[in-house]
């Protein structure tokens, strides 16, 4: 499978516990996204990589998140002291960053659906 | 502020009729989009895209029609099949290339009937 993985699937925590979610791109893929989504509701938009600068993060991202992309591959987002709130659907997408139609589409991975108690 | 939006949250289709998903945008800037398809308990997937350069653009059974002039386009999906319910999303993102941030309507739930 060459798509967008994510890991876990699923994440059950209690309320202050950190958390902590992987994200593998598309192998080619420079750009990394993360967005959330809420039930009913379309993605929003969280933060985003190219190779392993963080370029733009949204308002979304208070200080308790924080997203990592070491080597430019596989990334992480860190949620700190969660919060009934932060559940929801974290997903990950890549890109080339090419202009289509060579590139321009983000490709989604599954998901990881967080659900603090 | 900057939006997109869909102008009906569901759609019911017979089988083997056509479907035609509808969204609006606000973003002047606005100068490329995907549609989704997203199942139930799955990330979204990336249907067909289309640059404001071009007013249609033609897929395997979808066809995308982007108006402009109106801030409009819309996802025609051909024979509709029972596999294709699903929640049905249009995003948008200002430069293609260099984008860094989608932003997606809410979504219209396509239901085929039997």
């Known amino acids: 499978d060459t798509g967008v993985s994510q890991d876990p699937r699923h994440k059950i925590t209690k309320r202050g516990q950190n958390v902590t979610f992987r994200c593998d791109p598309i192998?080619?893929?420079?750009?990394l996204y993360w967005y959330r989504q809420t039930l009913g509701q379309g993605p929003e938009f969280l933060t985003y990589?190219?190779?392993?600068?963080?370029?733009?993060k949204s308002r979304l991202l208070s200080d308790r998140f924080s997203a990592e992309r070491p080597k430019g591959s596989f990334s992480t987002l860190e949620i700190q002291r969660t919060e009934q709130g932060d559940s929801a659907m974290y997903l990950c997408?890549?890109?080339?960053?090419?202009?289509?139609?060579?590139?321009?589409?983000?490709?989604f991975g599954p998901g990881t659906r967080l659900l603090v108690l | 502020g900057e939006s997109v939006g869909l102008h009906l949250p569901t759609l019911s289709v017979q089988e083997g009729d056509n479907s035609i998903i509808n969204c609006a945008y606000s973003n002047s800037a606005s100068d490329y989009f995907i549609w989704y398809k997203q199942e139930s308990g799955k990330g979204p997937q990336f249907i067909i895209d289309?640059?404001?350069?071009?007013d249609k653009r033609q897929g395997q059974r979808v066809t995308v029609l982007l108006n402009k002039t109106v801030k409009h386009l819309s996802l025609q999906i051909a024979a509709t099949q029972p596999g294709d319910s699903a929640v049905y999303f249009c995003?948008?993102?200002?430069?293609?290339?260099?984008?860094?941030?989608?932003?997606f309507g809410s979504g219209t739930q396509l239901t085929v009937l039997p």
């Open positions: 289309i640059r404001s350069n071009m």
């Open positions: 990589f190219q190779n392993e600068a963080q370029l733009e």
């Open positions: 997408a890549s890109s080339t960053g090419l202009a289509p139609p060579q590139g321009g589409g983000q490709y």
């Open positions: 192998s080619e893929h420079n750009r």
């Open positions: 995003a948008e993102t200002p430069i293609p290339g260099s984008a860094r941030q989608l932003t």
